[in-house]
C-alpha cells in the first residue's frame, strides 16, 4: 500500500506562483510512476500532469497546463512536486497525488490518494 499527503495549496491572486508536495510513505517510492488530479466544483476529476516512475524521464501535461506547470520528484525523499506557476482563476479546485503506472505513454492510476489540497485563485 501507499499512503500519500498533499501540502501547499492556498489562496493566490492570478499571475502567481504555488508549489504543491505530494509525500508519500514506505521505501519503495520510486517505483510508481505519479500523477496530480484535480477537481473543481461541479466538475469532474481530471489528469493534471504525471511523471514515470525512477528518475521521471517521461511528463505529461494536459492541455490547459501546459507551460505553466511542471512536474517533478526526489526520490529520495519520497515526494512529488508540481510546481505552478502564471496561476488563473480556472486553476481553482482541490488537487490530489496519485500513484499509479504508464501504459505505454498514458497515464493510469491505482485507487492510491492522497486527501486533497485546496487551491484558490483569485483577486
Known amino acids: 500500500q501507499v499512503q500519500l499527503v498533499e501540502s501547499g495549496g492556498g489562496l493566490v491572486q492570478p499571475g502567481g506562483s504555488l508549489r504543491l508536495s505530494c509525500a508519500a510513505s514506505g521505501s519503495i517510492f520510486s517505483i510508481y510512476a505519479m500523477g496530480w488530479y484535480r477537481q473543481a466544483p461541479g466538475k469532474q476529476r481530471e489528469l493534471v500532469a504525471a511523471?514515470?516512475?525512477?528518475?521521471?524521464?517521461?511528463?505529461k501535461y494536459a492541455d490547459s497546463v501546459k507551460g505553466r506547470f511542471t512536474v517533478s520528484r526526489d526520490n529520495a525523499k519520497s515526494t512529488m512536486y508540481l510546481q505552478m506557476d502564471s496561476l488563473k482563476p480556472e486553476d481553482t479546485a482541490v488537487y490530489y497525488c496519485?500513484?499509479?503506472?504508464?501504459?505505454?505513454?498514458?497515464?493510469?492510476?491505482?485507487?492510491?490518494w492522497g486527501r486533497g489540497t485546496q487551491v484558490t485563485v483569485s483577486s
Open positions: 511523471i514515470s516512475r525512477g528518475g521521471g524521464t517521461t511528463t
Open positions: 496519485n500513484a499509479g503506472y504508464f501504459g505505454g505513454e498514458v497515464y493510469q492510476s491505482y485507487d492510491y
